[in-house]
Every structure is written in structure tokens, then in C-alpha cells.
């Protein structure tokens, strides 16, 4: 099984100041004959169900914000929120749909400094 | 609008079974994948298994194997989880999760865009 591991666990930052969220795969999530890292990037506020954010690792999902965005490839991922807003306080997961059983990661607490 | 909408709050005796349901609407339940998340009090997220609605097929987690139940009724645009020999273990939340593509053109998994509201299993004695 493929087991996703995210850094770090929580993070402060600024309002307006950029975050960075990283996740790390432990086999590769690219598929070679369509150039296609199958990772996906989930917002999960207190209460709520996760939102999809971002898939196909950069990929943004309908109406999120570009602020939002995802790169990386093969094992190695990041999350990028470029001007932190008050409303983007969330746990964040990474999740790997490559191949059975999905995964997520554990988790990164984002909080405004 | 698409939408998920699960059954409600559920308390159960250790070695009990519940089921959960799932309704959907606004798009054609047979062609998306169906699947089953659970999240228990400050963990990750779980996979728990999934459905093809459109033929009934299933696959479920190696962790619940033995003790998990993935169904859909085509009729009523409803999936079902039941999970049986309940265990304190299990209090969590459990969601249905379609996935973001049809099968036609994305075998799952796949991205998860559209989420139930959550059901809250309580084991407890």
C-alpha cells in the first residue's frame, strides 16, 4: 500500500503571507502513459466534509481560488496558498488515487499567525 | 446540483452492525464510482472501500474485509455501508465520496469531488 506522509503537522502564517504545505508518497503516484501524477489536495474545515481543491496534483478543482495551487511530481508534492485569507484556517490532506486502496495523508493544521 | 445526502447520527453496542446510507442526485448514479471514507475523532482520513453502482461490483479495504458491506439500491439512487462486529474503534465519522470522473473515463479510484455531510457512528456500551 502506498502511505502519504505530509510536513509539517500544523503551520502559522500572516494573514497575506504565502504557505506551504509538502507531501511526500512512499512509491511513485506518476502513470507514465498519460504523464499524470494522481494526487489530489483536500481543504477540511471544523464540522465540515473535505473539499477537493486540487487534483491531478495541479489541477484546480472548479471555483477554488487561484490562490490555491499544487505542483510536483513522482513522490514529491507541495501546496501552495500564495496570500493566506482568514477563510483558508483548515486542515489540509494530500490523498493518492493511483492505486487501490486511496490514502491520505495525515494532515496539516494551517492557522493565521 | 449534485448532491450526497446521508442517513443520521447512529449509536450502536460493541458487536452490533449499523448501515448508512447514501442519496444522490442531480447526475446518473450508475456511472460514477461510489465510496466510503471514514475519519475517527483526530485522525486522518480512511478509505474504506467502494461500489460501482452500475453493476454492483465492489472493493473493499484489506482492514475491513471481513466485516464490511458496500451496497446500492439503482432504484433509489442510494449506496449503503454496513459494518458489522462494531468495536469502540469504529466511533468515526463515515462519509460516501463520489468520485470526480465517470468510470468511463477514469477507472477508480479517482479524486473525490463530491462528499456526503458525514454520519456519526458511536460505539459505545
Known amino acids: 500500500d502506498i502511505v502519504m506522509t505530509q510536513s509539517p503537522d500544523s503551520l502559522a502564517v500572516s494573514l497575506g503571507e504565502r504557505a506551504t504545505i509538502n507531501c511526500k508518497s512512499s512509491?511513485?503516484?506518476?502513470?507514465?502513459?498519460?504523464?499524470?501524477?494522481?494526487i489530489g489536495w483536500y481543504q477540511q474545515k471544523p464540522g465540515q466534509p473535505p473539499k477537493l481543491l486540487i487534483y491531478?496534483?495541479?489541477t484546480r478543482e472548479s471555483g477554488v481560488p487561484d490562490r490555491f495551487s499544487g505542483s510536483g511530481s513522482g513522490t514529491d508534492f507541495t501546496l501552495t496558498i500564495s496570500s493566506l485569507q482568514a477563510e483558508d484556517v483548515a486542515v489540509y490532506y494530500c490523498?493518492?488515487?493511483?492505486?487501490?486502496?486511496?490514502?491520505f495523508g495525515q494532515g496539516t493544521r494551517l492557522e493565521i499567525k | 446540483q449534485v448532491h450526497l445526502v446521508q442517513s443520521g447520527a447512529e449509536v450502536k453496542n460493541p458487536g452490533a452492525s449499523v448501515k448508512v446510507s447514501c442519496k444522490a442526485s442531480?447526475?446518473?448514479?450508475?456511472?460514477?464510482?461510489m465510496h466510503w471514507v471514514r475519519q475517527a475523532p483526530g485522525q486522518r482520513l480512511e478509505w474504506v472501500g467502494w461500489?460501482?453502482?452500475?453493476?454492483?461490483?465492489?472493493k473493499y479495504s484489506q482492514k475491513f474485509q471481513d466485516r464490511v458491506t458496500i451496497t446500492r439500491d439503482t432504484s433509489a439512487n442510494t449506496a449503503y455501508l454496513e459494518l458489522s462486529s462494531l468495536r469502540s474503534e469504529d466511533t468515526a465519522v463515515y462519509y460516501c465520496?463520489?468520485?470526480?470522473?465517470?468510470?468511463?473515463?477514469?477507472?477508480?479510484?479517482?479524486?473525490?469531488?463530491?462528499w456526503g455531510q458525514g454520519t456519526t457512528v458511536t460505539v459505545s456500551s
Open positions: 465520496a463520489r468520485d470526480l470522473g465517470p468510470m468511463v473515463t477514469q477507472a477508480p479510484p479517482d479524486a473525490f469531488n463530491i
Open positions: 442531480g447526475y446518473t448514479f450508475t456511472s460514477y464510482a
Open positions: 461500489i460501482n453502482p452500475g453493476n454492483g461490483n465492489t
Open positions: 512509491q511513485s503516484v506518476l502513470y507514465t502513459s498519460n504523464n499524470k501524477n494522481y
Open positions: 491531478w496534483a495541479s
Open positions: 490523498q493518492q488515487y493511483y492505486s487501490n486502496p486511496p490514502a
